[in-house]
């Protein structure tokens, strides 16, 4: 694989436009990226404190104490009953795993790889550094002989778009009849919007108690505000798990003591998601009603931490128009092409900016 394998890094486009949306006299509210902007809670942070005498190499697989925490949150967030400690495992946060999993999976030139339409553009950098390919496809019936990973992201990045048990039990089935391990990038569970809980691919309504050849992905950057932590894990095939961790070993892929001790904490603690939650709840309001009072539609964005809205205009239009009013917001050519119509705007910022969003808002709506 060489450099010019891979995409330019998208974000460096908007530079122009965070520019102008600078040049506002109250300043630029940034919802181009989700950053957690609230603190990493206190039971957390005096984790971390507590656990940085680490003279020791750490352990790539994690504690026991971590492993047992991420089996005991599956179990009581996300209804996964009886995973083992040798099914779970700590990552570097979850970016570093989606880009290395294929390398770590031993797949290279002649495999496919095959994501959602509209994705987090990671999914398919994960195919360019192994030299497999990037195959863009929602339905599983299109899915091609010869496909040896399969990513599913519910609750999407950047729509918010949830898969239900039934679209999951289809994914299962098609994956298992192409001899493919199929994976879920489930970090924005703990955000669904609506009344159910967003299901994982491991739930026994999906899986029917086999896990063979299935990983859920999680971050607690979002949950917990841990971005900064790098705080992510895996589980599902004990087998498959177990393979990728000899690799890990190898590399050196392995989250600091510290952290790993502030990750149990964080998994134990319901109550601090809960909060944050909430604080998410009441930014997705104000910001969802003033862009629909500036003529904006929402699609999807039935969880997560973003607003997937258009004004039915290039993508690029919308993200002058917005950067004029000082508001920074993500094209969704990044996700699903230079033919989108829809922006991305996240959540992750404080009260006082997603006001002063609004506030911007009520006068593009009255221009």
């Not at 899915?143 to 990513?151: A, D, K, M, S, V």
């Not at 997705?284 to 009603?289: F, T």
Request: charged fraction near 20%; charge should be negative; hydrophobic fraction near 45%.
């Amino acid at each position: 694989m060489t450099r010019s394998a891979l995409p330019d890094f998208p974000w460096d486009s908007l530079a122009p436009f965070a520019a102008r949306a600078r040049e506002h006299a109250d300043g630029i509210v940034d919802l181009s990226v989700g950053s957690p902007v609230d603190p990493t809670p206190a039971v957390i942070r005096e984790a971390l404190v507590a656990a940085t005498d680490a003279h020791a190499y750490p352990q790539t697989m994690g504690t026991p104490a971590l492993r047992e925490a991420i089996v005991r949150w599956y179990a009581r967030r996300r209804g996964v009953v009886g995973l083992t400690t040798d099914a779970v495992l700590p990552t570097i946060g979850s970016k570093e795993l989606v880009a290395l999993l294929p390398l770590l999976l031993g797949l290279g030139p002649g495999d496919t790889i095959v994501h959602p339409r509209t994705a987090y553009p990671t999914y398919a950098v994960g195919a360019a550094l192994v030299g497999a390919t990037a195959v863009a496809e929602d339905d599983p019936a299109r899915w091609p002989e010869g496909t040896r990973l399969i990513w599913l992201n519910s609750p999407g990045n950047p729509n918010g778009a949830v898969l239900g048990v039934d679209a999951l039990r289809a994914a299962v089935a098609r994956a298992r009849a192409l001899g493919a391990v199929l994976v879920n990038d489930e970090c924005y569970a703990e955000l669904g919007w609506g009344e159910e809980p967003v299901p994982s691919i491991l739930h026994p309504a999906v899986t029917d108690g086999d896990r063979t050849s299935l990983l859920s992905v999680y971050s607690l950057s979002k949950q917990s505000n841990l971005a900064g932590y790098r705080a992510a894990f895996l589980a599902g095939d004990a087998a498959v798990v177990g393979a990728m961790l000899e690799v890990r070993k190898h590399a050196g892929l392995i989250p600091p003591a510290p952290v790993q001790a502030a990750m149990v904490a964080a998994l134990d603690d319901d109550a601090h998601v809960a909060e944050q939650r909430e604080r998410y709840r009441a930014r997705r309001v104000a910001l969802r009603s003033a862009l629909e009072g500036a003529g904006f539609r929402i699609d999807r964005s039935e969880a997560g931490l973003y607003l997937w809205a258009t004004r039915d205009e290039p993508a690029w239009t919308t993200i002058g128009l917005l950067a004029e009013h000082g508001i920074l917001a993500a094209p969704g050519t990044f996700y699903e092409g230079e033919a989108s119509r829809h922006v991305r705007l996240a959540l992750t910022a404080t009260d006082e900016r997603i006001a002063a969003a609004v506030a911007r808002l009520a006068h593009l709506s009255n221009a």
